[in-house]
């Protein structure tokens, strides 16, 4: 980093929809300073900046020759978030990415090389991993509320972005679909609590060839669907733990982020790991001693304690481990795994095979309880 004390400076590359989320929070964080916003629509980046006092705008080649600016936040598509990394990191600085890494494992162990090389960090969404929700589930299960973690369940199905989304068609193309687009937030979860995907045996299928944009200017236009919009997968962990997960753009009844998780002793259901915030329900062997018949006991609730704010958090917890010598949590490491996690998963679907994840990450410690993004630490 240029200083290695006092506010980080931060360039944001992408000024469409998502960028209003991460801007709304990294301009609050008394450790960033938000320097620059660029689009390859100059209009657009113009708007943003404006919009959240950030001080530049431009293009992409203005930013990365601002040496003011320490960690860039690429929110491009996913078919160039490598592409953009690279350049980044030619640029001599880090990198936090939109998920996923990359949309081939190549391109992910490319980004992660060069970083290396070049002595840089890579941590890539999602960041709802380091949200109250889920990091107070996290210390449930590391203080051994559930006893040793053994299987879990989860889901998120509903119809589509096609709804909602005034440019969809490529959450519906190469580097999309349910799996590509959910998947990051439910197996990072799952990596977390488990350790490493080792084998991954799946299903696939396209319900609707051809989608219709229901939104905003665009709304009537026809565009084909080309990645299976419903994947369900099987997962085996190195410790020999094992999870069902199930991704779906083609369900009319809406099923927003189901999360269990079974141990020895428990079991936990989680927040939607697409949200920062929620509480946990735990349950345990013990409750059930003296329930007899239908009745069951009363699960205990476990209150979210940590940070409440949404998309910026892990750009923050960057710059604050980069600062103190440390790993990342959301590091490009973990990113790269779910990724291959996913790409065996539709290699899978497609030969009706179980597929080997040959890639391995160490599981991120869960953050302190009072983590506090609104404190300054770096000054």
Same mark, same amino acid.
């Given at each position: 980093?240029?200083?290695?004390?006092?506010?980080?400076?931060?360039?944001?590359?992408?000024?469409?929809?998502?960028? #209003?989320?991460?801007?709304?929070?990294?301009?609050?964080?008394?450790?960033?300073?938000?320097?620059?916003?660029?689009?390859?629509?100059?209009?657009?980046?113009?708007?943003?900046?404006?919009?959240?006092?950030?001080?530049?705008?431009?293009?992409?080649?203005? /930013?990365?020759?601002?040496?003011?600016?320490?960690?860039?936040?690429?929110?491009?598509?996913?078919?160039?978030?490598?592409?953009?990394?690279?350049?980044?990191?030619?640029?001599?600085?880090?990198?936090?990415?939109?998920?996923?890494?990359?949309?081939?494992?190549?391109?992910?162990?490319?980004? +992660?090389?060069?970083?290396?090389?070049?002595?840089?960090?890579?941590?890539?969404?999602?960041?709802? /991993?380091?949200?109250?929700?889920?990091?107070?589930?996290?210390?449930?299960?590391?203080?051994?509320?559930?006893?040793?973690?053994?299987?879990?369940?989860?889901?998120? /199905?509903?119809?589509?972005?096609?709804?909602?989304?005034?440019?969809?068609?490529?959450?519906?193309?190469?580097?999309?679909?349910?799996?590509?687009?959910?998947?990051?937030?439910?197996?990072?979860? +799952?990596?977390?609590?488990?350790?490493?995907?080792?084998?991954?045996?799946?299903?696939?299928?396209?319900?609707?060839?051809?989608?219709?944009?229901?939104?905003?200017?665009?709304?009537?236009?026809?565009?084909?669907?080309?990645?299976?919009?419903?994947?369900?997968?099987?997962?085996?962990?190195?410790?020999?733990?094992?999870?069902?997960?199930?991704?779906?753009?083609?369900?009319?009844?809406?099923?927003?982020?189901?999360?269990?998780?079974?141990?020895?002793?428990?079991?936990?259901?989680?927040?939607?790991?697409?949200?920062?915030?929620?509480?946990?329900?735990?349950?345990?062997?013990?409750?059930?001693?003296?329930?007899?018949?239908?009745?069951?006991?009363?699960?205990?609730?476990?209150?979210?304690?940590?940070?409440?704010?949404?998309?910026?958090?892990?750009?923050?917890?960057?710059?604050?481990?980069?600062?103190?010598?440390?790993?990342?949590?959301?590091?490009?490491?973990?990113?790269?795994?779910?990724?291959?996690?996913?790409? #065996?998963?539709?290699? #899978?679907?497609?030969?009706?095979?179980?597929?080997?994840?040959?890639?391995?990450?160490?599981?991120?410690?869960?953050?302190?309880?009072?983590?506090?993004?609104?404190?300054?630490?770096?000054?």
């Amino acid at each position: 980093m240029s200083t290695t004390s006092g506010t980080v400076g931060v360039g944001v590359i992408g000024a469409g929809v998502i960028s #209003a989320q991460y801007l709304g929070n990294l301009t609050t964080f008394p450790d960033l300073e938000v320097r620059f916003v660029a689009d390859i629509d100059l209009e657009r980046a113009k708007a943003r900046a404006d919009e959240f006092g950030v001080p530049a705008s431009g293009t992409v080649e203005q /930013l990365l020759a601002d040496d003011g600016i320490d960690i860039v936040v690429n929110l491009t598509l996913p078919s160039v978030h490598a592409e953009v990394d690279l350049a980044i990191l030619a640029a001599g600085k880090h990198v936090w990415s939109e998920k996923p890494i990359a949309t081939n494992a190549e391109d992910a162990r490319r980004v +992660l090389a060069a970083a290396e090389e070049a002595g840089l960090r890579v941590a890539v969404a999602p960041d709802t /991993l380091l949200g109250a929700g889920l990091q107070t589930a996290f210390r449930a299960i590391a203080d051994g509320r559930i006893g040793d973690p053994q299987t879990a369940t989860t889901m998120v /199905l509903n119809p589509g972005p096609d709804r909602w989304h005034p440019a969809p068609e490529f959450l519906f193309q190469a580097g999309g679909g349910p799996l590509l687009d959910l998947g990051p937030y439910y197996l990072s979860t +799952l990596v977390t609590v488990f350790g490493s995907v080792v084998r991954v045996s799946a299903i696939g299928s396209i319900a609707r060839p051809e989608r219709v944009v229901e939104s905003g200017p665009r709304a009537g236009t026809t565009f084909e669907v080309t990645v299976p919009t419903h994947s369900a997968l099987l997962l085996e962990f190195e410790g020999g733990a094992s999870a069902q997960a199930t991704f779906s753009f083609q369900s009319a009844i809406p099923r927003p982020g189901f999360f269990e998780i079974t141990g020895t002793t428990g079991a936990i259901v989680l927040p939607d790991p697409n949200m920062f915030e929620g509480d946990s329900e735990l349950w345990t062997l013990a409750s059930w001693k003296g329930v007899t018949g239908h009745d069951r006991p009363t699960p205990e609730r476990i209150p979210a304690e940590g940070a409440t704010q949404s998309r910026g958090l892990g750009v923050l917890e960057l710059a604050r481990a980069i600062r103190a010598g440390v790993p990342e949590r959301a590091s490009g490491a973990l990113a790269a795994h779910v990724l291959d996690v996913m790409l #065996a998963a539709a290699e #899978a679907s497609e030969t009706h095979r179980a597929v080997e994840v040959a890639s391995r990450v160490a599981a991120p410690a869960p953050l302190p309880a009072d983590w506090n993004p609104t404190e300054r630490t770096l000054a």
